[in-house]
């Protein structure tokens, strides 16, 4: 722009001497000023960066001094999980299967309920009833998840035992409904935001056909965000894979390789807290289990992050 | 009587309009179940542990007996934390926020920026926790302190501050810009006395997302190093801490029926604290909003 | 009635000479005092209007005068909108479609809709025209259905190689033809038309006027246009409506086109046809 050149100009014009010469200095001071703080600016925006960095950089440092120790084979191979005990087996299975039955368990209660929400929000509900549901169901999201936990374990679970003597007190299943719940805002949230961005001319053209409105929300709405809607589902499992203090709380701490959800299990997530508060002294093999259950961890919300980006690119393509 | 006299066509209207109407409750039925949950889980907690809630408990220390057990330590560790992650992510994240919406030019850099902090936002929140422990605990040689837990929750709530920074400025109408450059005023001039005074309510109810998010967070914490059983208050930024959700974290995780109690008692009070930051939210984007009406 | 009378117009209009008793055959669609108000705000007031079966109709009038309005009256399409609200009468065939116990649903699916926007959905061609058939329960032969419809449209020729491909993948013209195959897919009756060519080159244009020639021995057909040409071009009867300092739609005059455009009866229909406002 003009004022870029302008002011270069000044700043060359420097050598002008006597009055002029005043005020390019000011001009000059400003100058300076205006770089130092868009550098100073700069260095906050590429933070994220180095953040990212420090991520994969720790991760895999750790990691790889890990498998200097340990075989890969045997880490992806074997469904023993047994670092802290004298016998030492590291096969990373027990944990994965721990967190996708929590997480798998807590997407079939989130998605149905979710995607149903938003379809009332977005084509049902009236803008009052919209208007005092759509805060409930953030502040559902906004509590905090160690309150999810006690939940769980000091309410759901003492009523599932009550439904059948097999549960036991650590398990899967109370674990999952409640982080269904704890993610169900999320899946609503996004799939609505997905579903009115359908236009409405699309609607109107359906509505012009003798359509009845459950046909122009599942026939017509729905499958025109679908990309938004898969992006939202993608994003709310890589949430749930990710969580912690709910799995850690009342799913238990026992690393079986099952998927049986009445049993005590242990997710990636709960063993890295289950490793961090004990007193594995650091640099032993123990210690490094933090970061490779942590890289694993961080490698299965990555590609399920992207996924989900992919997709919403997919979306906006249409719309947009 | 109908439109069409056709018998098969109202046969075929009738089965549509019920499967409407099943499908309508099922709606109902779903959005209803999440309100269900929440009034559960709040008259739970409530009704448990409104007894426990005193003046003693919120100035006692953590003790093996129940009935005389507070949260002092862990409230104290959680204001410092908490003030010290909101501080650093709130500088730090509006700043990023305003290079990349002000200074950055759009290419493929900005991009990746953008791109990054995107993925940062869905990463665990435990990952952080390991970050923090290795950066800021060992090779930075804070120790398990509070200033490391708070720099570690202000690298996890950066994104937050960011993306609502970066809305809130992008908000800001080019008119108003405009105006200030065609006085003659410098880019930051523009950005300090018209952007950022615009964009200030969308701002501040970033950080206050932020915020509320970091008050919280339990696992990055943990992992960092932050203790289960703390009887003394922290005394400084290198002292060792606790916090408000890990105190819950400890108690819910004992047997005893008394320390539930505990649990559900300092579960009101986060619940509190995090009500209160909600409203103060609404209420100071509402009081901004109205000033900056030009 | 919640506004006051003093400023209402009584607009009965007549087809000269045509006009006949209510029961008249002839005519598809009656609309009788109807009003529509948006809210408290009034966007057409006390509006008579019959529609002769069979032939083509044009609402002619500058713009935001409400004939989209009475257009969307018809088919009930003004439901969608919660504010909105209808008095009076529309009869079709004879029956009044605001009544208690009709379903808006049955109506558009006797009484079609072809929008400003071409607007069709982000599936294939064929699913596009099997959609109204199939949620209305059709069991026949689907492929036969959809041939029909798009030779009816002008369109087999041009798409009969991709009707697997997405309908938004077409041209503006031709995607506006799919929308008009969509709705002859369902067999209505009416068909209404909201400026259908108004977004389309005048190749397209064109196209879809021939079209709508054709249409109009098997359907009838209402269309609003702001292009006096083509009302001209196109319609058999033209009614004239606009709107006075208040906003509120009324209509001036209802004739034979012929007659309108070339002796209307009324002072602001000449002004407007001549160009002198609008």
Not at chain 1, 35 to 45: D, F
Not at chain 1, 155 to 170: A, G
Request: aromatic letters at 10%; charged letters at 15%.
């Amino acid at each position: 722009m003009c004022w870029a050149e302008t002011v270069s100009l000044m700043g060359q014009d420097k050598q002008n001497l006597g009055l002029l010469q005043k005020t390019f200095g000011i001009r000059w001071k400003r100058n300076l000023l205006e770089s130092a703080i868009k550098y100073v600016l700069y260095l906050c925006a590429i933070l994220s960066i180095f953040t990212t960095a420090g991520i994969i950089l720790v991760l895999l440092f750790e990691a790889i001094q890990f498998f200097q120790e340990v075989s890969i084979f045997e880490f992806l191979g074997s469904t023993k999980w047994t670092p802290l005990f004298a016998s030492k087996h590291f096969g990373i299975w027990p944990l994965v299967t721990g967190t996708l039955l929590t997480s798998v368990g807590a997407m079939l209660v989130a998605l149905p309920l979710g995607l149903l929400s938003a379809i009332y929000l977005a084509e049902y509900a009236p803008r009052r009833v919209r208007g005092t549901l759509k805060p409930i169901l953030e502040v559902l999201a906004g509590i905090p998840t160690v309150v999810y936990g006690y939940f769980a374990l000091l309410f759901v679970t003492p009523i599932l035992r009550s439904i059948s003597d097999e549960i036991m007190v650590f398990n899967g299943l109370s674990a999952a409904l409640v982080m269904g719940i704890m993610i169900l805002p999320m899946v609503s949230s996004l799939s609505e935001d997905a579903m009115q961005a359908v236009p409405i001319s699309l609607r109107e053209g359906a509505y012009a056909l003798g359509a009845t409105k459950l046909e122009v929300a599942t026939k017509v709405v729905v499958p025109a965000a679908m990309s938004g809607i898969v992006a939202a589902f993608i994003l709310s499992m890589s949430r749930a894979i990710g969580e912690t203090m709910i799995v850690t709380i009342a799913a238990g701490q026992n690393p079986n390789f099952t998927f049986n959800p009445f049993v005590p299990i242990e997710t990636m997530t709960a063993f890295i807290v289950q490793v961090s508060m004990g007193d594995a002294p650091t640099g032993t093999i123990e210690f490094k289990t933090i970061f490779t259950v942590g890289l694993s961890l961080f490698f299965m919300t990555l590609v399920m992050n992207l996924l989900s980006q992919y997709f919403v690119k997919r979306f906006r393509e249409v719309y947009e | 009587m109908a439109l069409i006299t056709d018998v098969a066509f109202q046969k075929i209207m009738r089965k549509r309009k019920i499967r409407g109407y099943v499908f309508y409750g099922l709606c109902l039925t779903a959005v209803s179940i999440g309100l269900l949950m929440l009034a559960a889980l709040l008259y739970n907690v409530l009704s448990e542990g409104l007894t426990r809630l005193s003046w003693g408990f919120i100035s006692n220390f953590p003790s093996r007996f129940p009935e005389r057990a507070g949260i002092h330590a862990a409230l104290l560790g959680s204001i410092y934390v908490v003030s010290i992650a909101g501080v650093v992510a709130f500088t730090l994240g509006v700043g990023a926020a305003i290079y990349l919406e002000e200074y950055a030019k759009k290419g493929p850099f900005a991009s990746f920026i953008q791109l990054n902090i995107a993925n940062l936002a869905g990463v665990p929140s435990i990952v952080y926790g390991i970050l923090g422990l290795e950066i800021f605990v060992r090779i930075m040689e804070m120790g398990k302190s509070v200033i490391a837990g708070g720099l570690t929750l202000a690298l996890l709530v950066l994104p937050i501050v960011i993306i609502a920074s970066s809305e809130a400025i992008r908000a800001v109408p080019s008119s108003l810009k405009e105006g200030g450059f065609a006085l003659g005023a410098t880019r930051w001039q523009v950005v300090r006395r018209l952007t950022l005074p615009y964009a200030f309510p969308g701002i501040l109810t970033g950080a206050i997302l932020a915020v509320s998010r970091a008050v919280g967070e339990t696992a990055p914490l943990i992992v960092m190093g932050a203790l289960t059983f703390v009887p003394f208050a922290p005394d400084g930024p290198l002292s060792r801490f606790t916090v408000l959700p890990i105190q819950i974290f400890n108690w819910t995780s004992r047997p005893q029926e008394g320390f539930h109690v505990n649990a559900a008692a300092g579960i009101i009070v986060l619940l509190v604290v995090l009500l209160t930051m909600n409203a103060l939210a609404v209420f100071l984007r509402h009081k901004f909003q109205k000033g900056t009406r030009w | 009635m919640p506004w006051q009378c003093s400023c209402v117009i009584n607009s009965r209009k007549v087809l000269d000479g045509d006009y006949m008793l209510t029961t008249d055959k002839d005519l598809i669609i009656e609309a009788k005092k109807v009003s529509v108000f948006y809210g408290n705000t009034p966007a057409v007031i006390d509006i008579d209007l019959a529609i002769k079966r069979e032939k083509i109709t044009a609402l002619i009038g500058p713009s935001g005068c409400g004939k989209t309005t009475l257009l969307r009256s018809f088919n009930r399409m003004n439901d969608l909108i919660p504010i909105a609200r209808t008095y009076g009468e529309i009869l079709f065939e004879g029956q009044n479609i605001y009544a208690e116990n009709i379903d808006p649903t049955e109506i558009r699916y006797r009484i079609g809709m072809v929008f400003q926007r071409p607007n069709p959905f982000p599936k294939s061609i064929y699913d596009n025209i099997a959609f109204g058939p199939r949620i209305n329960g059709f069991r026949g032969d689907m492929d036969e259905l959809v041939e029909k419809a798009l030779i009816g449209a002008a369109l087999w020729d041009e798409v009969k190689d991709r009707l697997r491909s997405s309908g938004l993948e077409l041209s503006g013209g031709q995607q506006q033809r799919l929308c008009i195959a969509r709705t002859l897919a369902v067999e209505p009756t009416v068909i209404l038309m909201d400026e259908p060519c108004s977004a389309l080159d005048p190749v397209a244009t064109l196209a879809i006027e021939q079209l709508m020639r054709d249409l109009s021995k098997q359907y009838s057909i209402v269309i609003v246009t702001h292009n006096m040409q083509q009302a001209a071009r196109v319609s058999d009867y033209t009614a004239f409506i606009t709107a006075d300092e208040r906003r509120i739609g009324e209509l001036v005059e209802y004739d034979d086109t012929r007659q309108i455009f070339t002796n209307p009866s009324d002072e602001r229909t000449e002004a407007y046809i001549t160009g002198r406002f609008g």
